[in-house]
């Protein structure tokens, strides 16, 4: 179908603003850069929101925890690790999907502020990520969770890292994990498929910024391939948690997403897969301006609060 018309419009309203070209900066000026053109979108209310911070292995990670009104005193948790390539994006940045995604499960949600690449370069930020699963788990109850109700989230870079956590976690016997949310994710360092063609350029995200995140990220070719860069490569993606997977249908990441999916119920995991016709890459930032996002937010939301039931 053609390009949504709303999501038309924020291509159009971030073009006015001279957009981004981010193969021709360097990290840190990819970061001012996107502050100044986040959309100043106000974010659902919830009951708390708490900052704190959590034991890493290269540090105290920074958590931001969310909860909702209706949260019980041990209420479940979803472990949200955000979007942005491993390079960009922060607690701030992705407020408005934990805050949606805390109210719609009535879950808590903890959102993970990782190390960035490429100062911190894989598997850095897995570690992270892993490190904040396993405290929530041990230590639920300092912050009113269930440590036993669990469930990991993410969007782009983040789904990659939520489905790598889920991976890590099996191959460790690590902290069970009921649920995993991956929003259109980055599941493999091939650039070569249908929609990286199809996509290449003009629908916010580009194939050419995939090549520029994957190279800061793991400057390593060779190194990419390893399932916890890119979970697609694991040999066996069997015993994984039940998964909703999210794509969007001009999104270079489409298809990946669609593999990952089709790989884990091949593999004998629940799977519910959606595409958002008409939709790009990151739409869910804009949940108080596009129907669909609020569509996909409603449907994570029903799926992690069955699952933590």
Known sequence: MPLDPKARLILDQLA?????????????????????????????????IENRMLP????????RIY?????????P?????????????????????CC??????????????????PE??????????YAALSWVAENGEEIGVDGSRLAVAGDSAGGNLAAVVALMARDRSGPPIRHQTLIYPATDCDFDRPSYHENASGYLLERDAMEWFWGHYVADP?????????PMRAEDLSGLPPALVVTAEFDPLRDEGEAYARRLADAGNKVELTRYDGMIHGFVAFEPVVDQARQLLDQAGDALRSALA
């Open 16 to 48: 006015a603003q001279g957009g981004l070209r981010i193969t021709d900066l360097s990290p840190d000026e990819v970061r001012k850069a996107f502050l100044e053109l986040r959309l100043p979108l106000p974010a659902e209310p919830v009951a708390s």
């Open 56 to 63: 890493g292995p290269g540090g105290d990670v920074p958590v």
């Open 67 to 75: 909860r909702p009104e209706s949260a019980p005193t041990r209420a």
């Open 77 to 97: 948790a979803v472990l949200f690790y955000h979007g942005g390539g491993w390079v960009i994006g922060d607690l701030d940045s992705h407020e408005r999907p």
């Open 100 to 117: 949606s995604v805390a109210n719609r499960s009535g879950a808590v949600v903890v959102s993970v502020d990782y190390r960035l690449a």
């Open 120 to 129: 911190a370069p894989f598997p850095s930020a897995p570690a992270d990520c």
């Open 222 to 230: 060779a190194e990419r391939t390893r399932p916890y860069a890119s």
